[in-house]
């Protein structure tokens, strides 16, 4: 089946610090989304990135979908407490019969340094 | 709030019983997917129904089941409990199966099987 592998899986930030993840396939995927799960929630839709290329923001949130459809990368910029949370990359793809289907990676844990 | 209902939060049981987890969607919302998600695994996709039609099949084992309701809510039953099973089980839902990519998850059901 599809695997995203997402690096680093886990990382301790300092707030005001910039932070890089991404992801990476060896399938092709049309569609490339960023989610974050906060502790005790179900994870939340950050950015989603429909084009290869493309570079889209949300606040300090930054993701490009890479120009091979096969990875892509977030970066969040001058950290701060409430952006600890575990972050999910996702690639959707198409699964026959008018239907999608999204695969998660294992996600990237960020924890705030005590 | 995401505006997806699950139930029970928590559950604690035995090897061998067998549990039924409930999901309400988001209003309009007419697929709902279920997933696993376990501290090694990430998220891993269980199954998806659209408007009461099973869409599509993840990595769901054979003493599991699920259904989609005519009133849209849907229920995932998981019987003859392993240890294993021991995990958090999200509901999410969206207006179409997943055009977008945008999931819309539940707080969960955490699992626990003594």
């Known amino acids: 089946g599809q695997q995203l592998n997402q690096s680093p899986q886990s990382m301790f930030i300092q707030e005001g610090e910039d932070v890089s993840m991404n992801c990476t396939s060896s399938s092709i995927f049309n569609t490339w989304l960023w989610y974050k799960q906060d502790p005790g929630e179900g994870p939340v839709l950050l950015i989603a990135l429909y084009k290869a290329g493309e570079l889209t923001s949300n606040g300090r949130l930054t993701a490009q979908f890479g120009i091979t459809r096969k990875d892509s990368f977030l970066n969040i910029s001058a950290s701060i407490p409430s952006d600890v949370g575990i972050y999910f990359c996702a690639g959707r793809s198409y699964s026959g019969a008018g239907s999608y289907q999204l695969t998660f990676g294992k996600g990237t844990k960020l924890s705030g340094i005590p | 709030d995401s505006g997806v209902t699950q139930t029970p939060k928590h559950l604690i049981t035995a090897t061998g019983q067998r549990v039924t987890l409930r999901c309400s969607p988001r209003?309009?919302?007419?697929?709902v997917y279920w997933y696993q998600q376990s501290l090694d695994q990430g998220l891993q996709f269980l199954i998806q129904?659209?408007?009461?039609?099973?869409?599509a099949k993840g990595n769901i084992l054979e003493r599991f089941s699920a259904q989609q309701f005519p009133d849209l809510h849907s229920e995932l039953n998981l019987s003859s409990l392993e240890l294993g099973d021991s995990a958090l089980y999200f509901c999410a839902s969206s207006v179409a199966p997943l055009y977008t990519g945008e999931l819309f998850f539940g707080e969960g059901s955490r699992l626990t099987v003594l």
């Open positions: 129904y659209y408007n009461g039609e099973e869409r």
């Open positions: 209003s309009g919302d007419l697929s």
